[in-house]
């Protein structure tokens, strides 16, 4: 009886065993790219995809780019989900679930990390980048913005790139082509500290307000003004609710694209790779997009006669980079040495 007994025990507890290799492997196994079974069949992987805008917008045109290259790339390994329109919670509470690993990937603009590491916000400095978009690009892949992006490591965020959704322009009820048509005006501002300096230096009153209230204060004179590119102007309908459209390309709206570093970290070389494969094939098509739909939406916007577009001339536009320079003060003034430091690796590589 008792041999019966101790042969009883001794099968459960193989059995046991057994049972937690399984579990053991299965974890390993995603880590490595096996099944629970312990085959060569790699396990799927979901990849929440988060971003602010709506489907027709370009950036959402560009997650789908990423959705198709990285899942052929990776013979369907991965499934990526896409979320527009903050489907997954507002901005700041992608990123922080992003740092938490309950969302894989965000697509946002830099602006939208000056709560989390202020020192990206260099990149919305006004009057600043390149104005021309080939130049703008080759600086997207210089050495200077790879250092600026990996400060959001220490965030818990693995940056890879920029995708570009457009040069902004102010818009409000009145042209805004001298820095004394800014005073008093009140202006919709994303949570940058830069952005925020930018409109106090020239006078003007930023207010921090969600994009998805942005039209409703302008029609109800809440706020002013607001910046956006002609196709996010187009998309949301603020040319209904201004006046007047000032071509000042004083800035982008370009979008970071963001990883949650410890689901990032934990990733394969092989996933590594086809991720920052998609990456570039998704940069390339978000900017055919804009080009596209900022020709498009700004022919729709003169055919409604809701909305002038005011150029800005070259002493215009002298006067305005000169008024708006003390916004680079305020950067410094906000991010210390390290700040200074790469506000002057910027200008360097932008020589």
Same mark, same amino acid.
Request: net charge neutral; with cysteine.
């Given at each position: 009886?008792?041999?019966?007994?101790?042969?009883?025990?001794?099968?459960?507890?193989?059995?046991?065993?057994? %049972?937690?290799?399984?579990?053991?492997?299965?974890?390993?196994?995603?880590?490595?790219?096996?099944?629970?079974?312990?085959?060569?069949?790699?396990?799927?992987?979901?990849?929440?995809?988060?971003?602010?805008?709506?489907?027709?917008?370009?950036?959402?045109?560009?997650?789908?780019?990423?959705?198709?290259?990285?899942?052929? +790339?990776?013979?369907?390994?991965?499934?990526?989900?896409?979320?527009? %329109?903050? /489907?997954?919670?507002?901005?700041?509470?992608?990123? *922080?679930?992003?740092?938490?690993? =309950?969302? *894989?990937?965000?697509?946002?603009?830099?602006?939208?990390?000056?709560?989390?590491?202020?020192?990206?916000?260099?990149?919305?400095?006004?009057?600043?980048?390149?104005?021309?978009?080939?130049?703008?690009?080759?600086?997207?892949?210089?050495?200077?913005?790879?250092?600026?992006?990996?400060?959001?490591?220490?965030?818990? #965020?693995?940056?890879?790139?920029? $995708?570009? !959704?457009?040069?902004?322009?102010?818009?409000?009820?009145?042209?805004?082509?001298?820095?004394?048509?800014?005073?008093?005006?009140?202006?919709? %501002?994303?949570?940058?500290?830069?952005?925020?300096?930018?409109? /106090?230096? #020239? &006078?003007?009153?930023?207010?921090?307000?969600?994009?998805? +209230?942005?039209?409703?204060?302008?029609?109800?004179?809440?706020?002013?003004?607001?910046?956006?590119? #002609?196709?996010?102007?187009?998309?949301?309908?603020?040319?209904?609710?201004?006046?007047? #459209?000032?071509?000042?390309?004083?800035?982008?709206?370009?979008?970071?694209?963001?990883?949650?570093?410890? $689901?990032?970290?934990?990733?394969?070389?092989?996933?590594?790779?086809?991720?920052?494969?998609?990456?570039?094939?998704? %940069? /390339? *098509? =978000?900017?055919?997009?804009?080009?596209?739909? +900022?020709?498009?939406?700004?022919?729709?916007?003169?055919?409604?006669?809701?909305?002038?577009?005011?150029?800005?001339?070259? !002493?215009?536009?002298?006067?305005?980079?000169?008024?708006?320079?003390?916004? /680079?003060?305020?950067?410094?003034?906000?991010?210390?040495?390290? &700040?200074?430091?790469?506000?002057?690796?910027?200008?360097?590589?932008?020589?």
């Amino acid at each position: 009886m008792k041999r019966a007994l101790a042969l009883v025990m001794t099968v459960a507890l193989a059995g046991l065993l057994a %049972a937690c290799s399984e579990r053991g492997s299965s974890t390993s196994g995603e880590a490595s790219g096996t099944t629970a079974g312990g085959s060569n069949a790699p396990a799927k992987i979901v990849m929440k995809v988060s971003h602010a805008a709506s489907p027709a917008d370009a950036r959402h045109k560009g997650a789908e780019k990423f959705k198709e290259v990285l899942e052929k +790339e990776t013979n369907g390994q991965i499934d990526v989900q896409i979320y527009p %329109a903050s /489907q997954l919670g507002n901005p700041t509470e992608t990123v *922080e679930a992003m740092q938490a690993g =309950t969302i *894989e990937m965000v697509i946002l603009p830099s602006a939208f990390l000056g709560g989390f590491q202020p020192l990206v916000t260099v990149l919305d400095l006004p009057f600043f980048l390149p104005e021309k978009l080939d130049d703008l690009l080759k600086l997207h892949k210089s050495d200077a913005v790879k250092t600026v992006l990996e400060t959001t490591r220490e965030k818990g #965020i693995e940056t890879i790139g920029i $995708w570009h !959704t457009g040069y902004k322009q102010f818009t409000a009820n009145k042209p805004l082509v001298k820095p004394e048509d800014f005073k008093g005006v009140k202006f919709r %501002a994303m949570p940058s500290p830069v952005l925020f300096g930018q409109f /106090q230096v #020239i &006078g003007g009153n930023p207010i921090n307000l969600p994009y998805s +209230e942005t039209y409703s204060a302008l029609q109800t004179g809440a706020i002013d003004g607001q910046e956006n590119p #002609i196709n996010t102007i187009m998309d949301m309908k603020f040319h209904e609710v201004q006046k007047a #459209i000032t071509m000042s390309y004083h800035g982008t709206l370009d979008q970071l694209i963001m990883f949650s570093k410890v $689901w990032y970290d934990k990733q394969p070389d092989n996933i590594k790779a086809a991720i920052k494969k998609a990456h570039e094939a998704a %940069a /390339q *098509e =978000t900017v055919k997009v804009t080009q596209e739909k +900022e020709k498009s939406d700004l022919e729709a916007i003169k055919k409604t006669g809701k909305t002038d577009t005011i150029p800005v001339d070259a !002493t215009q536009r002298a006067a305005l980079i000169e008024a708006f320079a003390k916004t /680079q003060d305020v950067y410094v003034e906000k991010t210390g040495e390290r &700040g200074k430091q790469l506000l002057e690796l910027m200008k360097s590589a932008m020589k």
